[in-house]
Structure formats: C-alpha cells, structure tokens
C-alpha cells in the first residue's frame, strides 16, 4: 500500500487494491473485473457499479459481505473473549485535522481476502506513517496485547470506525447479497469470493455443516486437504459459484481437477455452465461433530 501511494511509478495508477491468496483463481477475465471497478460508471454497460466499495469480507463471515462486530459473538465464543480479555480498546489519538480525539473501538472481524478503494489504501498508508494516527496508535495496542492480525482484525476495525469510510462498506439487500440497484443488470452477488469451508466448526452459534467433500485422488501433487476446509474446488462445484456470483474462488488446482481451467474464467455468467454434485458421488469421510457440538452447548450452560 506504500509503495501504491508514494512510488511514482504506480500513483495515480491503478483503480482498485486486491489481496488474494495461493491457489484463487478470477471467475471473470481481467477485462471484466476492470469494468466493474472503473471509477467510470455506465450503467447500460455495467461498468463501474463496484466502484467506492471496500470489501474486507470473506463468505464464511458471520455477517457475510460486511465485517462483523466482535460483540455478534456469544460472550464464551473464543475469538470474542481472545479480544475483549484485555478490556476495552480506548484511543486516544491526532485527527488528520491535527485535532486531540479519544475513541472506544470496538474489534470487527474480516478476512485477508479484500478489495479496497485507492482513497481508503491513500488514508491508511498515509495515517500509519504518523505515530500519532489512529491506525498507528491501535496497531501499537494490538502489538502490546499481542492481538494484532493486520488482515483479519485491524483492516474492518479500521474501515468499521473511520466517519466515512464506514459509508463504503457493502450495502446489502435483506437476503445479504450486494446491493446492486440498476447498475447491477439484474446480476446477483452474494459473496466476493467463493470457497467450500467447514473451517472453526460447529460456529459461534452452534450451526455444522453437513454438506460433504471429495478426496484428492492419491496421485495428485497437491497437498492431501484435512478433513474440514478450505477444500479444493472441481467442476461439480460450477453450479454454486455461478448462484453465488463472486469474482474469485479458492481453492483451485490442476492437480486436483484441471477441468475447471477449461471453463474459467469468462467474459460473463452465462457462460458458466450450472454443474452439481450429482448424488452418486462417494463421500469422504466426515468429521464426528456431534460431541464437540454438545461440549459447546455445557459451555454456554455454565
């Protein structure tokens, strides 16, 4: 994000920030992804209407395409009490007005995978270079408690507490999609990027999930997945990322099934063919979740 702001080479260079991992893969070309991010917007040719939106979410969030409060967790649940154990986080910090401010943050939860807005990527590389910023006094916190994870906590905090930043998180509809409005075209997302993650099961509220998973066959080169997610991604699963509408998906290898590099990424969703799981498939073996689930369950009790 430094070298973004201040290089000369890449000021004023690109329109969009966006972290991904190993093994994701686009779902629409780089053409089609430029277009939904251009600050241009044209609404008859569905261009620019992700323009000013900082996503900081990924699908296996709580709350889905916006960063979730800390305080959604029940107060037993191990990632609210690893950031409330020290108390409250209380700020005291220099404005960008160069005024004195004090403020209570309260944590919010995201994930590395996001896509911010150059104005938001200026502000916060531009801030951690004064000591006395917000983002520097709350980074040097977290470090002190031994709390800081820049991706997952620091980043949605940030963008959750800023006066106008937190207007450009996403807008959602009441079934948790995007709020596209006409620029959308009828399009529908309802995650950024999507993976199959059974990962931190049974959650905060007690839900398992029960859909099962393919192995990876003994000859692959891949690494041999554990029993929950991220699972590794194969053509059967094209049906569901068509239904989710996200940009990206993880995780994705040709030494798992290369077939799903011969249909993405497209120029639009029509041309993703909607291929599901067919009921025959043999199953993994599946995780037992029914003790934990009820430990979890004498913990809320006591």
């Known amino acids: 994000m430094s070298e973004l702001t201040s290089n000369p080479s890449f000021v004023d260079q690109w329109d969009v920030f966006i972290n991904v991992s190993a093994d994701t893969m686009p779902v629409y070309t780089p053409q089609v992804l430029s277009n939904y991010f251009d600050p241009i917007i044209d609404v008859h040719r569905v261009r620019g209407f992700l323009h000013n939106i900082n996503f900081v979410t990924s699908s296996s969030c709580a709350t889905g395409l916006v960063p979730t409060n800390v305080k959604t967790f029940p107060l037993a649940w191990h990632k609210r009490k690893h950031y409330e154990s020290h108390g409250d986080f ?20 995201g994930s ?21 910023s917000l ?62 993650m059974d990962e931190n099961m049974p959650d905060a509220y007690g839900n398992v999930v029960h859909v099962q998973r393919y192995d990876v066959p003994k000859s692959s080169t891949a690494n041999v997945p554990r029993k929950w997610g991220p699972y590794f991604l194969g053509i059967y699963d094209l049906g569901n990322i068509k239904k989710s509408g996200a940009l990206f998906i ?37 995780i037992d979740w029914e003790p934990i689930l009820e430990y979890t369950k004498r913990m809320r009790t006591n």
Do not use: C
């Not at 290898?253 to 029509?270: E, Q, R, T």
């Open 250 to 286: 993880r995780k994705v290898a040709k030494d798992v099934d290369p077939n799903i590099f011969n249909i993405l990424p497209v120029s639009h969703s029509d041309e993703i063919p909607p291929i599901h799981w067919p009921r025959e498939v043999k199953l993994s073996e599946k």
């Open 135 to 196: 983002p520097s006094i709350f980074k040097n916190e977290l470090i002190a408690r031994e709390r800081l994870m820049s991706d997952e906590t620091f980043i949605p905090t940030i963008l959750a507490h800023h006066t106008e930043f937190r207007e450009t998180m996403p807008k959602l509809e009441k079934d948790g999609s995007l709020a596209l409005g006409p620029m959308g075209l009828g399009m529908k997302i309802e995650s950024i990027r999507y993976e199959r």
């Open 90 to 109: 209380d700020i005291t910090y220099i404005s960008e007005g160069g005024l004195k401010k004090s403020e209570t943050l309260e944590i919010h939860f």
């Open 112 to 132: 590395q995978w996001m896509i911010l807005t150059p104005d938001f990527v200026r502000y916060l590389a531009s801030a951690l270079r004064r000591e006395d």
